[in-house]
């Protein structure tokens, strides 16, 4: 079984999806890590971000199995991340290890902006998890603090509309909700309740599909 998750920064979908796949016994892949790393590698070698073919060499080169580096989940990363993920060229490169995660013998979960439009369109389930800038912005901002990262709310709240306004209106593989996904509005809900509700819309998607033969 494949299952997509796709939303805007800071919706709960990482969360949701490690606790999905562990549920479900699926291999899970954080899409937004690999753009995170391309971003991080192009800092470290002076690469500029706005150069599509010299940022996607630094993806052709990057290392996957590297992707536990706490320094990824900083905001700085995440700015990176969205400024390399607007080439083409970058996320070609990305895909081909994406399309391989996704089709091991069990299936997977992944999680990003694309995957149910882009990634796994073929995929059994798919979410768009979403929530208010506003209600994002504090659950990262907690995030960020409780990790010891000094930031404010307020910072948050900019980067989370920047991110936002640039992944929905590249040109390329924009954050979209896929016609056929199932819509979680986390806003109001505790981290347990979405889970809760993502288990109700993977079964749902699943046994329709079951009944559709
Ligand atoms: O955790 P958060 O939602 O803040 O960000 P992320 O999922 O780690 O993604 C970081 C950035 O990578 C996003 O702002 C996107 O620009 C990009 N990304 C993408 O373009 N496609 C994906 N499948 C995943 C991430």
Redesign the pocket.
Known sequence: MIIAM??????G??TLAERVASHHGLPHL???????AVGRDALVRGVDLDDAEATAEVAAKLAFAMLEDPELRTAGA?EA??RV??HPQV?AVLLQY?RDFAKGDRGAVL?????GTV?CPEADVKLFVTATPEVRAAR?FLELSARGIAVTEEAVLAD?RV?DE??STRGV?P?LQAPDAALLDTTNLSIDAAFRAALDLIEAATSRAGRAG
Do not use: E, H, M
């Open positions: 796709d939303g805007p920064a800071a919706s979908k990482g954080d899409t937004g890590l690999l753009y995170r995440g991340a969205s993920a607007r996320r994406q999680d990003g902006r694309d995957i990634v990262r989370i991110r640039r992944d593989a954050l």
